[in-house]
């Protein structure tokens, strides 16, 4: 009787973990959006939110919880119990505000538990039409000539919008005002207002206003040209040389997130990208689909947070 009592509670611890996964979800889950509403990470959240619901037959609630650079909303999920019901929809930020601010109330790495990689886009280097420069050259002849006159929005101060217009400072020699906002969306209203005159954008945003004539297009900022606008020049052949700062995307969990869970959300998140309308919507937004899972999402955040740790150390750009 023994013997069998053990081998029905090792059957039991066995089957533990797989009983966890299919009774999950057991409430509404929320994907949190460490940024305002209108951005690229919202409108991705939301695009998933919907589909996951019809597969988890619970409700998906995106919730907004920006501030400073992202890190309020990553704060609030690395304290939420990880149990699979609080999730990061978070941009690549997450690991290089971490590198940007001496004192953190989280570890981007070790608090969260990843889970996919979903997005990646380079930015867009954009100018309002008032500015007057027609192209890269221009616009660093401008610089130049007006040292720190001209200003230079951001959706944040640790964002990837706001890190790679120091890398640029840096690599291009020049000076300019950096302007933060608290988010994309309000960084972008000031440009197509004229209140900021330049901005290393999201494409999601400015993708559209380029081709409706409200923004000037310079320059991308990734390996290669961007898929949706392959007649603008990447700053690596404008002059310089591997120059690579694209934004990518992914899903979170706090730290402690158990596997069962975190292999049923990976499965239906690669479910959800690879459906063709939804690389619809991601192409439609600039986006391109990626398709990384929990080890080599766990890999590029490593060695994401190495590379920018050093770079905002050699620019001497490090924030309390």
């Known amino acids: 009787?023994?013997?069998?009592?053990?081998?029905?509670?090792?059957?039991?611890?066995?089957?533990?973990?797989?009983?966890?996964?299919q009774a999950w979800p057991l409430r509404p889950v929320r994907l949190v959006v460490p940024f305002p509403p209108g951005g690229p990470a919202d409108a991705l959240a939301r695009l998933l939110a919907e589909r996951l619901a019809e597969g988890w037959g619970q409700p998906v609630v995106v919730e907004n919880r920006g501030g400073a650079g992202g890190n309020i909303?990553?704060?609030?999920v690395a304290r939420a119990a990880p149990d699979g019901h609080t999730l990061l929809v978070c941009a690549s930020s997450h690991v290089q505000g971490a590198a940007l601010y001496t004192r953190l109330a989280f570890d981007p790495v070790r608090d969260?538990?990843?889970?996919?990689?979903?997005?990646y886009y380079s930015l867009v280097l954009v100018l309002h039409p008032s500015v007057p420069a027609a192209d890269l050259a221009g616009f660093e002849a401008l610089l130049r000539a007006?040292?720190?006159q001209v200003t230079v929005a951001s959706a944040g101060i640790g964002t990837p919008t706001h890190l790679t217009a120091e890398l640029f400072r840096s690599r291009a020699g020049v000076e300019f005002t950096h302007v933060p906002f608290g988010g994309a969306?309000?960084?972008h209203a000031a440009l197509l207002g004229g209140q900021v005159q330049a901005m290393f954008h999201n494409p999601v945003m400015a993708v559209p206003a380029v081709q409706a004539g409200r923004l000037h297009a310079l320059a991308?900022?990734?390996?290669?040209?961007?898929?949706?606008?392959?007649?603008?020049?990447?700053?690596?052949?404008?002059g310089y040389p591997g120059f690579d700062s694209g934004t990518w995307y992914a899903v979170l969990g706090p730290a402690g997130l158990p596997a069962p869970v975190v292999a049923r959300i990976e499965a239906d998140l690669r479910r959800i990208v690879a459906l063709p309308a939804v690389r619809e919507r991601l192409a439609a937004q600039s986006m391109e689909p990626r398709d990384l899972g929990p080890d080599r999402l766990a890999a590029v955040m490593r060695d994401e947070l190495a590379r920018w740790t050093e770079v905002i150390q050699r620019l001497g750009i490090r924030q309390d």
């Open 73 to 76: 909303g990553a704060e609030a």
């Open 112 to 119: 969260f538990t990843p889970v996919a990689q979903l997005a």
């Open 146 to 148: 007006h040292p720190g």
């Open 185 to 187: 969306a309000p960084a």
């Open 220 to 238: 991308t900022t990734g390996a290669a040209r961007a898929l949706a606008l392959p007649d603008v020049p990447t700053l690596a052949e404008s």
């Open 1 to 21: 009787m023994i013997r069998i009592g053990r081998r029905v509670a090792l059957g039991a611890a066995f089957l533990a973990p797989a009983a966890r996964a």
